[in-house]
T-cell receptor
């Protein structure tokens, strides 16, 4: 069963616009969430994280929003740049879950110049 | 992912051979994780180790797969008698001593791509 779901396999946006990547989860024990960016043939690169005690975390052009009641989080990138084109993975962890991360299948973002 | 070193980056093995993947964590990190990514899938947790201890191996296949993180040297993921279905990207990650939920982050290496022919 897929505990972390990224229902959009791909997303295409224009340079300068906002990119919104979505993630849903089913396990109510998850309390820490991370977003990773991945280029082909490379490892995932950490972008931003959020604890369940918060509903928003911002770092430069990246903002993550968490809606615990809906078990939904989203990553906003604004303004989007062509270099942001990559696969974005949402991951979740639960305290007492030995720190292991549960990943979604990823969303491929393409930012068009 | 700077600092987590994995080798080899690419490995080709024939069915029935053994594959050994190595991982050196970032400096100052004592927690190591192995993840596997099959084509068109997300990363799947395999095992979590600290020095000389396996903390959680709930994601490891019951047979043919083993992992270690000795007191000295890199962490090793070992796959015996490889089969075609073992072809995947294997990612190692590391984190410092602090708990993930205290603001800690897991950093990934570049990955090792195993191809079984």
């Amino acid at each position: 069963d897929q505990q972390v779901k990224q229902n959009s396999p791909s997303l295409s946006v224009q340079e300068g616009r906002i990119s919104i990547l979505n993630c849903d989860y089913t396990n109510s024990m998850f309390d820490y969430f991370l977003w990773y960016k991945k280029y082909p043939a490379e490892g995932p690169t950490f972008l931003i994280s959020i604890s369940s005690i918060k509903d928003k975390n911002e770092d430069g052009r990246f903002t993550v929003f968490l809606n615990k009641s809906a078990k939904h989080l989203s990553l906003h990138i604004v303004p989007s740049q062509p270099g942001d084109s990559a696969v974005y993975f949402c991951a979740a962890s639960s305290k007492g879950g030995s720190e292991k991360l549960v990943f979604g299948k990823g969303t491929k973002l393409t930012v068009n110049p | 992912n700077a600092g987590v070193m994995q080798n080899p980056r690419h490995l080709v093995r024939r069915r029935g051979q053994e594959a050994r993947l190595r991982c050196s964590p970032m400096k100052g990190h004592s927690h190591v994780y192995w993840y596997r990514q099959l084509p068109e899938e997300g990363l799947k947790f395999m095992v979590y180790l600290q020095k000389e201890n396996i903390i959680d191996e709930s994601g490891m296949p019951k047979e043919r797969f083993s992992a270690e993180f000795p007191k000295e040297g890199p962490s090793i993921l070992r796959i015996q008698q490889v089969v075609r279905g073992d072809s995947a990207a294997y990612f190692c990650a590391s984190s410092p001593d602090r708990e993930l939920h205290s603001g800690n982050t897991i950093y990934f290496g570049e990955g090792s791509w195993l191809t079984v022919v």
